[in-house]
C-alpha cells in the first residue's frame, strides 16, 4: 500500500508569506494527525482529524495556522503570515483507528519548511 | 501532563558493538510507549510499542525494549548494531483512550563507527 505522502518536501518563504502543505493519507484510514518539529526540539503535536472533523487542536500554535481536511481525504495546513519561528519540519500521520495504544502512527517523510 | 526525556542527544558506537538508548517518561497511569526511528530524508518509522504484558517487546530490525514500571523507563537495546542503523531515535509516550496526541522526547542521534 502507498504509504503517507506529504508536498512539498521542502519549502523556503520570505516572512510574511502564505504557504500550504499537503498530506495524503494512507488510503482508508480515518485519523490524520499533524506534527511539528522545531529545530532542535520535539516533535510536537498540532490537531488531529477524524475524517473531516477536527478531533483535537490543543496544539496548533496560534490562529495563523488553519488546517482542513475537506471530504475526509487529504488534508493541508496553511500557515498565514508566516513567521521566522515556524521554521520546522511538519509530519503528517494516518492510522485506521482512533487511540495511540490500539493504533500505531504511519508517517509521512515530513515538509522541511524555511521561512527567512 | 506526559512528558518524555532522552537523554543522550549523540551516542557513537562501533559496528557490530552493542545498543542501549535510554528513555524515561512521566505518566500517570499506564503508558501506552513506542520507539520511532527516522534515517535521514526518511519519515518516522516504527520500531516497537508496549501496550500491556509482556515488558520486554520485541520489534523489527532486531531492536528490543523493556519497559520498567518502577524506573518509568523504557529503553531501547540491540545486541549488535549495524551501519545502517545509524539514525534518530524517539521515544515516545501515548496516553490512549481519546487523547490520541503523542509526546515525543528531544531524540537521539546515533553514529556509527566503522
Known amino acids: 500500500e502507498a504509504g503517507v505522502t506529504q508536498f512539498p518536501s521542502h519549502s523556503v518563504i520570505e516572512k510574511g508569506q502564505t504557504v500550504t502543505l499537503r498530506c495524503d493519507p494512507i488510503?482508508?484510514?480515518?485519523?490524520l494527525y499533524w506534527y511539528r518539529r522545531v529545530m532542535g526540539k520535539e516533535i510536537k503535536f498540532l490537531l488531529h482529524?477524524?475524517?473531516?472533523?477536527?478531533?483535537?487542536e490543543s496544539g496548533m500554535p496560534n490562529n495563523r495556522f488553519l488546517a482542513e481536511r475537506t471530504g475526509g481525504t487529504y488534508s493541508t495546513l496553511k500557515v498565514q503570515p508566516a513567521e521566522l519561528e515556524d521554521s520546522g519540519v511538519y509530519f503528517c500521520?494516518?492510522?485506521?483507528?482512533?487511540?495511540?495504544?490500539?493504533?500505531?502512527?504511519?508517517f509521512g517523510n515530513g515538509t522541511r519548511l524555511t521561512v527567512t | 501532563a506526559q512528558s518524555v526525556t532522552q537523554p543522550d542527544i549523540h551516542i557513537t558506537v562501533s559496528e557490530g558493538a552493542s545498543l542501549e538508548l535510554r528513555c524515561n517518561y512521566s505518566?500517570?497511569?499506564?503508558?501506552?510507549l513506542f520507539w520511532y526511528v527516522q534515517s535521514p530524508g526518511q519519515g518516522l518509522q516504527l520500531l516497537l510499542k508496549?501496550?500491556?504484558?509482556?515488558?520486554l517487546v520485541q520489534g523489527i530490525k532486531g531492536f528490543e525494549a523493556e519497559f520498567k514500571r518502577s524506573q518509568s523507563s523504557f529503553n531501547l537495546r540491540k545486541p549488535s548494531v549495524h551501519w545502517s542503523d545509524a539514525a534518530e531515535y524517539f521515544c515516545?509516550?501515548?496516553?490512549?483512550?481519546?487523547?490520541?496526541?503523542?509526546?515525543f522526547g528531544k531524540g537521539t542521534h546515533l553514529i556509527i563507527q566503522p
Open positions: 500521520a494516518s492510522s485506521p483507528r482512533s487511540g495511540a495504544g490500539t493504533s500505531p502512527l504511519h
Open positions: 488510503s482508508g484510514h480515518d485519523n
Open positions: 482529524f477524524v475524517k473531516e472533523s477536527k478531533q483535537d
Open positions: 505518566y500517570g497511569a499506564t503508558p501506552y
Open positions: 508496549y501496550f500491556s504484558g509482556d515488558t
Open positions: 515516545a509516550v501515548g496516553a490512549g483512550g481519546g487523547a490520541d496526541g503523542l509526546t
